[in-house]
């Protein structure tokens, strides 16, 4: 299992995503270019202690990360997907793939992934902060793929 960030806008959000991923063992992609300048001193200061702890990779641009990773199956996690994470089969190979805060991710990137995601709102809301909807997605990918491995 992999988490994927696609273009991130919010550093702050980034860090969260790096905290979420130390902390749940799991490595995260960062597809470039960012909404802010991504240096060591930026991951530190949002990621604070975790930045060190978290596996993560950086890629220049999607064409990069597709070429260099070759994800098994891509899953996107977006509002657009019909299936919700309750009802997806998710595999222990999968990488789990959040979009830019500010726009998701263009056609070609979205018809590129393997199975695409939602987490259902009941309560009417249109969408989460995306490093809440990172933890939340990993956090039933893992729950279902747990004793597979």
Request: with cysteine.
């Amino acid at each position: 299992m992999r988490l994927a960030v696609y273009q991130p806008d919010i550093a702050p959000n980034l860090g969260a995503i790096l905290r979420i991923c130390a902390c749940f063992g799991v490595p995260l992609d960062v597809i470039e270019p960012c909404g802010f300048p991504l240096s060591d001193k930026s991951l530190r200061r949002v990621a604070m202690d975790y930045a060190g702890q978290a596996d993560f990779s950086r890629h220049d641009s999607w064409s990069d990360f597709v070429t260099l990773t070759r994800p098994p199956r891509l899953i996107l996690l977006t509002t657009k997907a019909e299936t919700d994470i309750w009802d997806f089969d998710f595999r222990a190979d999968d990488t789990l793939m959040m979009g830019r805060e500010s726009a998701g991710v263009p056609d070609d990137v979205h018809h590129a992934c393997d199975g695409h995601v939602r987490i259902p709102m009941p309560g009417g809301g249109r969408s989460l902060n995306v490093a809440v909807a990172a933890g939340i997605v990993l956090a039933e990918a893992l729950r279902q793929i747990r004793g597979s491995n």
